[in-house]
């Protein structure tokens, strides 16, 4: 049997290409690498790295919502503290904010209603912190010294 060596991309069927190109390119600050027609738009975080991580196909029916989550890592803390002040001055829904014992994560929802998660790793001395609701209204410094402490 093969070996898979990393996960390349996700599509996710939309209703509006237009306006959830908007979101993730804005809102996220990911890049449209390019479009095939009016019917699909690649975007990625770095385009010098990957031609593409979401694909987003029109095409999508109903009020079926198919994705438990799509998680975007980011490099520290006062990353994801910077997406949740972006997402509460351009009325993102914010779903919540919690550690899971190694890092700091903010959920939100797309405007399509599709749940999403930019997230930092930290390091925990043992590889597991304090696991629970975080207020990314702290600093980076009082979050990781709560999320270390366990």
């Known amino acids: 049997m093969g070996k898979i060596s990393g996960l390349s991309h996700v599509g996710v069927f ?3 290409l237009d306006t959830m190109t908007q979101f993730y390119c804005e ?3 990911l890049t449209e690498s390019h ?3 009016d019917r699909m738009v690649f975007l990625t975080a770095d385009v010098e790295k990957e031609d593409h991580e979401v694909v987003l196909v029109r095409g999508r029916d109903g009020d079926a919502k198919i994705i438990q989550q799509l998680s975007f890592r980011v490099g520290t803390i006062e ?3 910077a997406f949740y002040q972006t997402f509460q001055q351009m009325g993102v829904e914010i779903q919540q904010t919690v550690s899971h014992g190694a890092g700091a994560s ?6 399509e209603g599709n749940r999403l998660e930019v997230f930092a790793d930290i ?3 043992g590889g597991r912190g304090y696991s629970g ?6 600093s980076a410094e009082e979050l990781v ?3 270390t402490a366990g």
């Open 14 to 16: 939309v209703k509006d």
């Open 27 to 29: 809102t996220l600050g």
């Open 35 to 37: 479009r095939n027609g």
């Open 79 to 81: 990353d994801v503290r």
């Open 106 to 111: 903010c959920y939100f929802y797309d405007p």
């Open 123 to 125: 390091e925990v001395e």
């Open 133 to 138: 609701p975080i207020d990314l209204e702290k």
């Open 145 to 147: 010294a709560q999320i």
